[in-house]
Structures are given as C-alpha cells and as structure tokens.
C-alpha cells in the first residue's frame, strides 16, 4: 500500500508560478506510471500530466508549455511546477499512482487559486 499527500497549493496572482509536491509514504520506484489531476467546481475530474517510471512524460494540451512534470525516486516526490498560470487552472489537483497489477494509488488533493 502506498499513500500519496499533496502539498504547495495556494492562492497564486494570474501569471504567477507554483510548484506542487506529492510525497509517497513508500518507493514510487514501484509505480510504473505518476501523475496529476485535477477538478475545478461543477467539473469533472481532468487528466494534467504523468510520468513514467521511465521518465516519460505527457501533458494535457492546456497545459502543455506551461507545466512540468517530474520524479525524484530518491526523495519519493514527484512535482509540478506550473508556470503562466491562468484562473481556468483553479481546481483541487490530485496526486496519483499507478502500480501495474495491483492498483492505482489517490491522494487527498491541493487547492490551488489562480485570481487577482
């Protein structure tokens, strides 16, 4: 069982920057495939960006150029750093794991706010 947490959300000016941090509670070494999501109020929930065990990596079209994506095995974290951030980005984002035959992992979400 591997437990995910969120953390680095906040209220952020439009074109402002935030990085989040999902830390794992064990190896992420084990998750072939991790990722963000995220729900904005009313919405359903949106895939953002995942990573590969790899290091492969993919973004949803309307943050790609903005947002990176990345692991660090040795930390057990995988980030996201959001650049030009605009208000369409406000929303919980959801920090996932997926470990092929055995399960996907969720954590509890951050809130991120992106207004003036």
């Known amino acids: 069982q591997v437990q995910l947490v969120e953390s680095g959300g906040g209220l952020v000016q439009p074109g402002g920057s935030l990085r989040l941090s999902c830390a794992a509670s064990?190896?992420?070494?084990?998750?072939?495939?991790m990722g963000w999501y995220r729900q904005a109020p009313g919405k359903q929930r949106e895939w953002v960006a995942t990573i590969s065990s790899g290091g492969n990596t993919n973004y949803a079209g309307s943050v790609k150029g903005r947002f990176t994506i990345s692991r660090d095995n040795a930390k057990n974290t995988v980030y996201l750093q959001m650049n030009s951030l605009k208000p369409e980005d406000t929303a919980v984002y959801y920090c996932y794991g997926k470990e092929i035959a055995k399960g996907d992992y969720w954590g509890q979400g951050t809130q991120v706010t992106v207004s003036s």
């Open positions: 064990g190896s992420i070494a084990r998750l072939n495939i």
